[in-house]
């Protein structure tokens, strides 16, 4: 298939997103694609998304196909305005409250599916997952599309979402109609994802830059266990991402508890010499000084975890390319937005996680 690739900026001009006429016409072209049946890459706030027709069983078949993804895995659809989420889903008084705070952004909202979302784009499931992004890019696209768009993140099935359009080329050229190229993703990691329970409180699916505590100024927030636990087998996932193994480097990648000098001092008794090392930027010195074989991945200042959330899918993505022996990295806090890279970093570690703490 030839992939189009297209690059998309836009402006903001009184707080208002504007296109040049160059830029709609292709966002026009992009969104005749999608109401055809076609494949559309587009950015979003969080990660790039493989879009389709939300309503078209065919659309999200090519989806499943492009990605290799198992077809039981649902599809979020992005909805251009939180109010439009009626069309598609039974919604309740939390999910309005949920938008007011919320959305447009990184939050989605599982709800009770109405029959116009076919049964392939919500995995059999009687559920479906709605978000509304705010990257103008995206919302441009949806209302042009005049439909919801389903889109996972735009990876192959099982290696790191991507939140560059170098990364989409590398997964996707060839796979899909079209590719928007938007720059980089704002945050970097997947949204949010709650499940509203019947008794009216929250059941938080996936972690993502709206917060626990955010979340919980609104509703009662429980955690899946498969937020920050390895699934006991058999057991079902709530959301059957879950079950998936995900992120996942070729080079294993284990996680480090301890301080800075307990992880140099374990490292260095490996005596391995093929090694990348994700860091902090304050303990690039002394690693490059102690282990100057190891080639150092900066994930931002310790406490700035935000720019680890933006870093880590490519830094993972090009530390992986180097093919070393392993990769090391610091475990997150399970706090704020730590608990969102938490959960990515052990799946992205298959749980690899050793306690240097004393
Ligand atoms: O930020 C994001 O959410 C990105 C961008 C493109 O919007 N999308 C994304 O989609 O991360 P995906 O498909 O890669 O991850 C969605 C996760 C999957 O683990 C899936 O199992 C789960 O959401 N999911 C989808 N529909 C669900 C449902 N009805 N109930 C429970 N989990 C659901
Ligand atoms: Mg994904």
């Known amino acids: 298939m030839n992939t189009e690739i297209v690059k998309i900026v836009g402006s903001t001009e009184g707080g208002e997103s504007r296109f040049s006429e160059t830029e709609l016409s292709s966002l026009r072209r992009a969104a005749a694609i999608i109401r055809t049946g076609g494949l559309v890459v587009f950015p979003t706030e969080t990660v790039y998304g493989l879009g389709g027709d939300a309503t078209n069983p065919d659309a999200a078949q090519k989806i499943y196909a492009a990605k290799g993804r198992p077809s039981d895995n649902p599809l979020i659809i992005h909805i251009e305005k939180p109010e439009d989420a009626e069309k598609y889903a039974y919604t309740t008084e939390l999910y309005y409250k949920l938008a007011e705070c919320f959305m447009p952004g990184p939050l989605t909202v599982v709800l009770k599916a109405r029959e116009s979302v076919p049964e392939k784009t919500r995995g059999g499931l009687e559920t479906v997952a709605v978000r509304c992004p705010i990257n103008p890019i995206a919302r441009a696209l949806i209302g042009f599309s005049n439909v919801a768009i389903a889109a996972p993140s735009a990876n192959l099935s099982g290696s790191p979402s991507p939140t560059k359009a170098s990364h989409v080329i590398d997964d996707m050229l060839g796979r899909v109609d079209m590719i928007i190229d938007g720059g980089e993703c704002d945050f970097g990691l997947e949204s949010t994802i709650v499940k509203i329970d019947d008794d009216g409180s929250l059941c938080l699916l996936r972690p993502g830059k709206i917060t626990v505590d955010e979340l919980s100024s609104i509703a009662k927030v429980r955690l899946a266990d498969a937020v920050t636990d390895k699934l006991r087998d058999g057991e079902k996932a709530l959301s059957p991402g879950m079950k998936y ?114």
Not at 303 to 311: G, I, P, Q, V
Not at 321 to 348: E, F, W
Request: aromatic share 6%; proline share 4%.
């Open 245 to 358: 193994r995900h992120y996942a480097p070729t080079s294993p990648l284990v996680l480090l508890d301890g301080s800075i000098e307990d992880c140099l001092d374990y490292i260095e008794k490996t005596g391995q010499s093929s090694i990348a090392i994700l860091c902090y930027s304050e303990d690039m010195n002394a690693l490059s000084e102690r282990l100057p074989m190891a080639t150092l991945y900066e994930l931002g200042e310790s406490e700035d975890e935000l720019s680890h959330a933006h870093a880590l899918f490519d830094v993972l993505r090009t530390a992986d390319k180097q093919n070393v022996d392993i990769i090391y990295a610091p475990l997150p806090r399970r706090s704020g937005i730590g608990l969102a890279l938490y959960n990515r970093m052990i799946r992205a570690a298959a749980h690899t996680i050793i306690n240097l703490r004393r």
